[in-house]
């Protein structure tokens, strides 16, 4: 059984560029979803993604977009980048429902300069 | 709108010391509460995973206990190690598997 996967580990960005981060669901798993963790913090929810469509969004303004594929991966967007959205980006994926809980990757540590 | 928050924010104790760690949430009508362990820089390991109808669960020298009706989880660990030594968040999912909402974590150190 494979775990989550992401990539990249790691990445550094201008202000204003746009960010694609990627995920693949732990294998069984049908249901993508994607957090934000600040230097300290509990991560927050952005969105969930189930059968390639967005099944619920936290917080996050519209320039923070994504997909889900056939496969049930799944990637974030960060269109216009600010400095505030320095953080490690979390994937996590489970079965519709979670009833057996989230698997979470090893994140992406995004850094914007 | 759910809140979850984690007491005491940090903690350090010698090493074999029993510790417990807090979890409280705001609304009750919770579907499950996973706790997780993260250590610097990385992603979340899951620890264990208590869903509504269950009171307690455990492995090995980790026991967590839920109380829905007064908003509370406990995180116990027995015989503490310095290989213990990470952050411990506590999840909420009250909305059927759509959702976690995330307490702000203990940062956990256990001294040799």
């Known amino acids: 059984e494979t775990g989550v996967t992401q990539s990249p580990t790691h990445l550094i960005k201008t202000r204003g560029q746009q960010v694609t981060l990627r995920c693949s669901s732990q294998?069984?798993?049908?249901?993508v979803s994607w957090y934000q963790q600040a230097l300290g913090q509990g991560p927050q929810f952005i969105f969930q993604?189930?059968?390639?469509?967005?099944?619920g969004r936290g917080n996050f303004p519209p320039r923070f977009s994504g997909l889900q594929f056939p496969n049930y991966s799944s990637e974030l967007d960060v269109n216009a980048l600010e400095l505030d959205d320095s953080a490690l980006y979390l994937c996590?994926?489970?079965?519709?429902?979670?009833?057996?809980?989230?698997?979470f990757g090893s994140g992406t540590r995004l850094t914007v300069v | 709108k759910q809140e979850v928050t984690q007491i005491p924010a940090a903690l350090s104790v010698p090493e074999g010391e029993n510790l417990v760690l807090n979890c409280s949430f705001t609304?009750?009508?919770?579907?499950?509460l996973q706790w997780f362990r993260q250590d610097p820089g990385k992603g979340l390991t899951s620890l264990l995973l208590?869903?509504?109808?269950?009171r307690e669960q455990t492995s090995g020298r980790l026991n967590a206990s839920l109380d829905k009706s007064s908003g509370r989880s406990t995180l116990y660990i027995a015989a503490s190690q310095p290989g213990d030594s990470a952050t411990y968040l506590c999840?909420?999912?009250?909305?059927?598997?759509?959702?976690?909402?995330f307490g702000g974590g203990t940062r956990l150190m256990v001294k040799p």
């Open positions: 609304d009750s009508a919770i579907y499950n």
């Open positions: 996590a994926s489970s079965l519709a429902g979670g009833v057996n809980g989230y698997t």
């Open positions: 208590i869903q509504s109808s269950q």
């Open positions: 999840a909420v999912d009250d909305n059927a598997g759509n959702m976690l909402t």
């Open positions: 294998s069984g798993h049908n249901t």
């Open positions: 993604y189930y059968r390639e469509e967005e099944n």
